[in-house]
């Protein structure tokens, strides 16, 4: 059954679901638009479930897309921990299913941006910092409870691979491969929750070419904008959507 949207509604859903095409396969930061259009759409924490299959769908394309790309050691290093992070935001919705977790999350994106920032001012300052186990684990660990509980961890990756200094490709591809994994392994959590439910499949099909549209379109931009400023617009991405997250 399709939800009952006014024309306008319909158009939003139809931007978004652009958005996460465009996420997908280019520029990560741009994932806060369809987080805070779907959550106008669909109020309150029951907006997560009914964008994971559409995640899972723009995940499916930006692998295909940029798989040879991949960096599998930064994979590696941030799904274990990430996991551990699912499990600890699907135990918080549990408990505290009416907290407001944005203002939170986008604090911490907005600490880690201003830290990218002092790092490009001050090359030399921290410079192995970003290789650690321990960075990787705290960065994976954050990617997973932002994901579970907003859908928001966009962000979070876009600064642990900016940080890493991955070149445009390996950042897309790397990307597609660890989110792809964390989304699918969300989905029994977020059917427990109830929030995946069979009568928002029909609505998640009929966005499924916009989607794709919006990959191809964040592939384009990538082969088109020059490493540099690649790097530029993922860190004012990221600022940005530190700011939309704590007003919104």
């Not at 650690?132 to 994976?140: H, I, L, Q, V």
């Not at 997973?144 to 200094?165: D, F, R």
Request: charged letters at 10%.
């Amino acid at each position: 059954m399709l939800p009952d949207f006014t024309a306008a509604e319909w158009g939003l859903a139809l931007v978004a679901a652009l958005g996460i095409g465009v996420s997908k396969s280019g520029l990560p930061g741009v994932s806060l638009l369809h987080v805070v259009l779907f959550a106008q759409l669909f109020p309150g924490l029951r907006s997560t479930g009914v964008v994971l299959p559409m995640l899972i769908v723009g995940d499916l394309g930006a692998v295909l897309l940029f798989r040879r790309h991949a960096q599998w050691i930064y994979v590696l290093r941030t799904l274990p921990p990430a996991l551990i992070g699912v499990a600890i935001g699907w135990g918080c919705m549990r408990a505290w299913p009416g907290l407001k977790w944005n203002p939170v999350i986008g604090g911490i994106v907005a600490m880690l941006a201003l830290l990218q920032l002092v790092r490009n001012w001050r090359p030399t300052l921290l410079t192995n910092v970003p290789h650690t186990p321990g960075f990787a684990w705290a960065m994976g660990l954050l990617a997973g409870v932002t994901t579970m509980v907003a859908n928001a961890a966009g962000p979070v990756m876009a600064l642990y691979l900016l940080a890493v200094a991955l070149p445009k490709e390996a950042f897309v591809g790397t990307a597609a491969w660890f989110f792809l994994l964390i989304n699918v392994l969300k989905v029994p959590f977020s059917v427990q929750l109830g929030f995946v439910r069979p009568e928002t499949l029909a609505f998640n099909a009929l966005l499924v070419p916009v989607i794709i549209a919006g990959l191809f379109v964040g592939r384009i931009v990538v082969a088109r904008v020059p490493q540099k400023a690649f790097d530029t617009l993922i860190l004012a991405f990221a600022v940005v959507a530190s700011i939309k997250l704590i007003l919104f």
